[in-house]
């Protein structure tokens, strides 16, 4: 083989080889547009995700406070029950003294067990 068949040959591999990462270049290019989207939606799709993270967790938080809300609530609800009955028995006691004023057995009575409930709310 002369000089110029081997230089014509080694040009031709140059040449290929130039077109072949020419067309690697712009396969990878397509390759990235195509896959750009799904990338993108990829991204939006774990920020969902992690949104959702936090909110459950903060559902959790809220859920707590309304648990503890509700007891609070019946709490006192019965508190009020409780309050309401001494405050009529003591209200029917007046009523009875003041049809009978010798009879202070109700009013006795009742003083009693305002007495005992305010001890037991501690005075509040």
Same mark, same amino acid.
């Given at each position: 083989?002369?000089?110029?068949? !081997?230089?014509? !040959?080694?040009l031709g591999?140059c #040449? #290929? +080889?130039?077109? @072949?990462?020419s #067309?690697a270049?712009y @396969?990878?290019?397509?390759?990235?547009? /195509?896959?750009?989207?799904?990338k993108?939606?990829?991204?939006?799709i774990?920020n969902?995700?992690?949104? /959702?993270r936090?909110?459950?967790?903060?559902?959790?938080?809220l859920r707590?406070?309304l648990?503890?809300?509700?007891?609070k @609530?019946?709490?006192?609800?019965?508190?009020?029950k409780?309050?309401?009955a +001494?405050?009529?028995?003591?209200l029917l006691a007046?009523l009875?003294n003041?049809?009978d004023?010798?009879?202070?057995?109700d009013i006795?009575?009742?003083?009693?067990?305002?007495?005992?409930?305010? @001890?037991?709310?501690g005075?509040?």
């Amino acid at each position: 083989m002369d000089i110029n068949t !081997v230089l014509t !040959v080694f040009l031709g591999l140059c #040449a #290929a +080889i130039t077109a @072949i990462g020419s #067309a690697a270049t712009y @396969i990878g290019k397509a390759k990235n547009k /195509i896959t750009e989207p799904d990338k993108r939606q990829d991204e939006r799709i774990q920020n969902c995700e992690n949104r /959702i993270r936090e909110l459950d967790s903060q559902i959790g938080e809220l859920r707590e406070y309304l648990k503890n809300d509700k007891n609070k @609530i019946e709490e006192l609800e019965k508190a009020l029950k409780s309050a309401n009955a +001494i405050q009529l028995q003591c209200l029917l006691a007046l009523l009875k003294n003041a049809k009978d004023p010798h009879n202070t057995a109700d009013i006795d009575k009742a003083t009693a067990a305002l007495e005992s409930y305010m @001890i037991e709310r501690g005075g509040d």
